[in-house]
């Protein structure tokens, strides 16, 4: 697939056909975030695969709201940055996640991102706190998102490059 039809046919997908990934898949998908660019090449992030249902339905209630495709998806990682090696960990870790999206969509396999830094679960807690303890992660380590793999239920269209909306563009 050509980068802009990756770009143009992928969605997020919220339901999944319960197939597992293939591995190789799963391994294109981990390479392209650990490939993924990084402020002065320090690569501050780490990338956990989550397989396990228990973890998963424990993931997905981290947050309040917007993580019930965790609980149903076949994998998840869950990337998390080591926040003392880079002041640019949140940056690093957007760019990592973006390019593992795209990854999956160029492989049919369907994935959506989950919103973890500044946001809270029902009780309160911080959503971060709670993916933390789930993982044992150290201090120093943030967590900006999961993403949520798994084989499509349906085939979401994609976006039509005419839906580029260029008022958004300015010159100078
Ligand atoms: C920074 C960011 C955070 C997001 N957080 C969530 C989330 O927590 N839960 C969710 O279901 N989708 C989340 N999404 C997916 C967006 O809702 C989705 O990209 C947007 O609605 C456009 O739909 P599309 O990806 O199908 O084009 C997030 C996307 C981004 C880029």
Known sequence: METFEAITSRRSVRQYSGAAIPDE?????????????SSRGQKPCQFAVVRSREM???LS?????????????????VV?????KADTWLEDSAIAIA???????DLGIGSCWCQICMRK??????????????LSLPDPYRVAA??????PRTRLPGHAAEEADFSRVHLY
């Not at 998390?80 to 003392?84: C, G, L, P, R």
């Not at 679960?121 to 789930?134: R, S």
């Open 25 to 37: 898949s799963l391994k294109k998908i981990l390479c392209a975030g650990l490939l993924a660019p």
């Open 56 to 58: 998963l339905t424990q």
């Open 61 to 77: 209630r981290a947050k309040a709201a917007g993580a019930g495709m965790l609980a149903e998806c076949d994998a998840a990682i």
């Open 80 to 84: 998390m940055a080591d926040a003392q």
């Open 99 to 105: 390019y593992m999206d795209l990854m999956a969509a």
């Open 121 to 134: 679960a029902k009780d309160g807690t911080p959503a971060e706190d709670n993916v933390k303890e789930l």
């Open 146 to 151: 999961i993403l949520a793999l798994g084989m």
